[in-house]
């Protein structure tokens, strides 16, 4: 009779130490992901009340020690939507070419793709047809998390397609010093450009800045 207790909690000390090693090894998982690897939705229940792990958001895990990246959110906004890419202004910040904060985290998506409901991190959500989502995308680990976010040529072009909700000053400024600091080239700002459509917007603050030079 005693023996059935000892092995119920063998059992459930074994799914917790397999729960610490999964997210030692993924910073951040998902429900599934934990109980395709042995660990029962119970035994994520009881760790999270006993404050071993953290939820950040519905169905989303990480231990509650973890260190975490001062880009913690973009690393849960890819757990979230995987086919996401972080874009504009976040992306600006990524790459260090903003001293903006964005309050909300933006995420290119497909067309057709599924949208995220608003928990967790808040998400700002574009759509961009496959072939441009598909390209200069740079993947970055952040907190064991592989983060898709598109390189600097084409974050710059993005964010003066849309100025609007960037605000061009944004813009204008992250080109003027992305330029100034030789993180990338007119030619490749240019490529970007024509390839989305977004050539005449951008060539004239292109051609000042580089002959500025």
Request: charged share 25%; glycine share 6%.
């Amino acid at each position: 009779m005693s023996s059935t207790p000892r092995k119920t909690n063998n059992a459930k000390g074994t799914q917790s130490k397999r729960a610490l090693i999964l997210l030692d090894r993924h910073g951040i998982m998902r429900t599934r992901e934990l109980v395709a690897g042995g660990v029962a939705a119970t035994t994520l229940s009881r760790m999270e009340k006993d404050g071993i792990i953290q939820r950040l958001s519905r169905g989303l895990y990480q231990r509650s020690d973890a260190a975490t990246d001062i880009n913690h959110d973009l690393a849960e906004a890819a757990k979230r939507v995987p086919k996401g890419v972080i874009c504009l202004t976040s992306a600006l910040a990524f790459h260090e070419l903003t001293d903006q904060i964005p309050h909300r985290i933006w995420l290119a998506i497909g067309a057709k793709d599924w949208q995220p409901s608003d928990n967790g991190p808040s998400l700002r959500i574009i759509r961009l047809t496959q072939t441009l989502l598909q390209r200069d995308i740079q993947t970055h680990m952040i907190d064991g998390v592989p983060v898709r976010i598109f390189n600097i040529p084409r974050t710059l072009v993005d964010c003066f397609r849309f100025r609007k909700s960037v605000g061009l000053s944004v813009a204008v400024e992250a080109l003027r010093d992305a330029l100034k600091t030789r993180r990338t080239t007119a030619a490749e700002i240019a490529d970007r450009a024509h390839q989305s459509g977004s050539w005449t917007i951008i060539r004239p603050y292109l051609e000042a800045y580089t002959i500025d030079g």
